[in-house]
């Protein structure tokens, strides 16, 4: 699998916008469904968006519909969570990992708790929205 570096978290205030990059390097995410993760304080990671290898399919958390979208450009071997509307409750820790799956909850969910069972999480981006 490409290692993946995550990037863009930044302290807003609610209501505001974010751009998070998630990049690969030694090897193409051509192949891969990527789906992004949260981990807010004291909870445990949780999905909340995919986008499919070809970019064709996505899905997203119930808690972010409409208001985030998840983007790739594999030219750029780089996928991308647009977050608008941001809520105090979209604070937390942010990572990329390649899905166990095909773009649905479900390995967003598997993915989640194998990746956690491993402790193979990334460094993630925080972000921050507070007033």
């Known amino acids: 699998q490409p290692q993946l570096v995550d990037s863009g978290g930044a302290l807003v205030q609610p209501g505001g916008s974010l751009r998070l990059s998630c990049a690969a390097s030694?090897?193409?995410?051509?192949?891969?469904?990527i789906g992004w993760f949260r981990q807010a304080p004291g909870k445990e990671h949780e999905g909340v968006s995919c986008?499919?290898?070809?970019?064709?399919?996505?899905n997203h958390a119930d808690s972010v519909k409409g208001r985030f979208t998840i983007s790739r450009d594999n030219a750029k071997n780089t996928v991308y969570l647009q977050s608008n509307s941001l809520k105090p409750e979209d604070t937390g820790v942010y990572y990329c990992?390649?899905?166990?799956?095909?773009?649905?909850?479900?390995?967003?969910?598997?993915?989640?708790?194998?990746?956690?069972?491993?402790?193979?999480w990334g460094q993630g981006t925080q972000v921050t929205v507070s007033s």
């Open positions: 990992a390649a899905l166990m799956g095909p773009c649905n909850i479900e390995a967003l969910i598997i993915t989640a708790r194998t990746v956690t069972e491993f402790n193979s």
């Open positions: 030694g090897s193409s995410l051509d192949h891969y469904a």
């Open positions: 986008i499919s290898s070809s970019g064709a399919s996505t």
